[in-house]
């Protein structure tokens, strides 16, 4: 059973977990009002750090992209709400990893107002430890959702806005129904856009292919991370394009991508085995490279790590750690 934080952050202030509510009659509870990341920390190989992967490209997407297609203007600055997570994260004496959420809702408008500037917007951050994703070493089967992912002509997939998730939670339902653990989904155009929270990538003949951000796909921090380490650790090429449904049964690996999900290996896709239906080489030698730069043992890309205590680093409670 899992334990809640002692505090939380909401506008502002950190306050105890309980107070970190939200009222019904709000846009973002009525509607799913609200844009938001998942940012993940990572403790350094040593225990001795507890690092934030990426939290500047993270702040920046929220702000100057999922805030601004949405004009969302407020007071909180991107600077403000990366204190905020630094103090609540310390606040909590976190030693171990952890899943961060910070939040912008659109609170309670005036009646038949949609002008973005008269509708207040609140704010919160949410810190809980998560531990690396469960099938990373064995891998998931997936199916060819029967979904269409949702379109930047209606839904715009860019913004990282809550109610988009309705659209995971359709897919991802329908695929644990039909018996396997996700779902690759289509754009309207039938090509390969991405998975339920997370980028689709594949090795077939020694390149890696990737949709690209005109596909349906959330702009990911995560597949740009890999796209950088593939070519620059494993020397392999990254190809941005178009992928037909049937590619992906001829795939030698496959795999998804993002914050919460990491690097999980597709071992099946619509019950075609995946490179025999076994984690393969690359993918392994990926999420070797990806857990040692998150956790802080390759000095080259020590520019996307934010650590949460010191400097000097304080000494783990070592009771606390998981
Ligand atoms: N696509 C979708 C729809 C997502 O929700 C996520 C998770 N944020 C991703 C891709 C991966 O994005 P990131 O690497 O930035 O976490």
């Known amino acids: 059973m899992s334990v809640n934080p002692r505090f939380a952050w909401m506008n502002g202030r950190i306050v105890a977990w309980p107070e970190a509510t939200i009222h019904v009659r709000t846009d973002a509870v009525m509607y799913g009002a609200n844009v938001f990341e998942g940012i993940r920390g990572y403790l350094s190989a040593d225990g001795k750090q507890v690092f934030v992967f990426r939290l500047n490209e993270h702040l920046d997407r929220l702000f100057n992209t999922s805030m601004r297609i949405l004009r969302m203007t407020t007071t909180v600055t991107a600077e403000t709400l990366a204190k905020g997570i630094l103090d609540l994260t310390r606040a909590n004496e976190f030693w171990c990893d952890v899943h961060i959420r910070p939040t ?16 207040e917007v609140l704010s919160s951050i949410t810190a809980v430890p998560m531990p690396p994703h469960p099938r990373l070493e064995l891998g998931i089967q997936v199916s060819v959702s029967s979904w269409r992912r949702i379109q930047d002509t209606s839904m715009p997939p860019r913004v990282k806005a809550g109610a988009n998730y309705l659209q995971s939670r359709y897919v991802a339902m329908e695929a644990t129904l039909d018996g396997y653990d996700s779902a690759i989904i289509l754009n309207e155009t039938g090509k390969v856009a991405e998975g339920p929270a997370a980028c689709f990538m594949m090795l077939r003949g020694g390149r890696v292919f990737t949709p690209p951000i005109t596909a349906g796909i959330l702009e990911s921090i995560t597949r740009l991370t890999l796209i950088q380490l593939i070519s620059e650790r494993l020397h392999v090429e990254v190809v941005e394009r178009e992928i037909d449904r049937t590619e992906v049964y001829l795939a030698e690996e496959a795999f998804f991508c993002g914050t919460a999900q990491e690097i999980v290996p597709i071992v099946g896709i619509d019950r075609y085995p995946v490179g025999g239906g076994r984690v393969g080489q690359f993918v392994r030698a990926l999420q070797r490279v990806y857990f040692d730069v998150a956790r802080g043992s390759e000095p080259a890309y020590s520019a996307w790590l934010t650590p949460i205590y010191g400097p000097p680093a304080s000494e783990p409670h070592n009771e606390e750690r998981t």
């Open 104 to 119: 912008m809702y659109f609170g309670a408008g005036e009646p038949w107002s949609f002008d973005p500037a008269k509708i």
